[in-house]
């Protein structure tokens, strides 16, 4: 009435009022970057778990309390030639038992001579071994055995559990003096993973012989496997997330009533 109309005042700089969905085209490249990467990040730490470790389940207490029974362990692949003192790993000799996998500990190596036992401890190459990884009180005494010469190329190997561990102590008599050939070895224990106990300790005690295996690339991987499972998620989330960011600040900024003039 009286020549009155009424016009909506159009939003500051002409344009529309909102924003393409998901933050941008820039932020839709960055996630789905972000995706792609974790992906390989993801895939590729378990190709390479895959190709550089195998899982094997403990069926008895001999390496008690590093090792319990039915523990499931992760073991490195490696060579025999790879092997050194303290390393917990994996063989198969038919002479100790037919078409199985052992699991012990390497106390020696070819040339040394191992001897049991000086105040209660193990003895290679007449250097008194301390041992934490033994069961609590327990001492390293095992009966029957007095002194082994580990021919070159061979393993003397015991169990953390001593009186209750068939290992080379229960082959004394064979020729090879209860000894084991490196090529019998197929893998080296790095991790507990069931029930998760984590990586094994390093065997400080046999510092004073020669240097000790370097740890295997577990953690690598660990960190590989989380690093891309934590891309994939947060580039898929980020999408929706922005989305719905821009729809909220598109709302805000709507004018709320109409122009009058």
């Known amino acids: 009435m009286g020549g009155e109309s009424m016009t909506r005042t159009a939003p500051q700089g002409g344009g529309t009022g909102t924003a393409p969905a998901g933050g941008g085209r820039l932020g839709q490249r960055l996630s789905g970057v ?20 195998r899982p094997y389940t403990v069926p008895t207490g001999s390496m008690s309390p590093t090792i319990a029974v039915g523990d499931r362990v992760l ?16 063989f198969e000799d038919k002479s100790w038992v037919d078409d199985a996998k052992v699991v012990k500990r390497v106390v020696a190596v070819g040339g040394d001579t191992v001897s049991c036992c000086t105040d ?10 301390d041992e934490p990884y033994l069961p609590a009180g327990s001492l390293a005494e095992i009966k029957g055995f007095t002194t082994v010469t580990v021919p070159r190329g061979r393993l003397f190997l015991l169990g953390d559990e001593r009186q209750g561990s068939l290992d080379s102590t229960a082959h004394l008599t064979d ?8 090529s019998a070895v197929s893998a080296r224990v790095d991790a507990v993973v069931w029930p998760w106990k984590g990586m094994l300790k390093r065997p400080t005690g046999f510092e004073t012989l020669g240097a000790l295996s370097g740890p295997g690339p577990l953690r690598t991987i660990e960190v590989l496997v989380v690093a891309g499972a934590i891309l994939v998620l947060g580039g898929g989330a980020y999408g929706p997330i922005a989305g719905r960011l821009t729809r ?8 709320e009533a109409a122009g009058v003039r």
């Open 34 to 53: 972000a995706v792609a990467l974790g992906l390989v990040l993801f895939l590729g730490g378990f190709a390479w778990g895959a190709l550089a470790y």
């Open 75 to 90: 073991a490195q692949r490696v060579d025999g030639d790879e092997v050194r003192r303290g390393d917990v790993v994996v």
């Open 120 to 129: 209660g401890k193990l003895t290679v190459n007449g250097k008194q071994i």
């Open 175 to 182: 020729a090879a003096q209860g000894t084991v050939s490196r």
């Open 248 to 255: 909220s600040r598109t709302v805000a900024a709507r004018p």
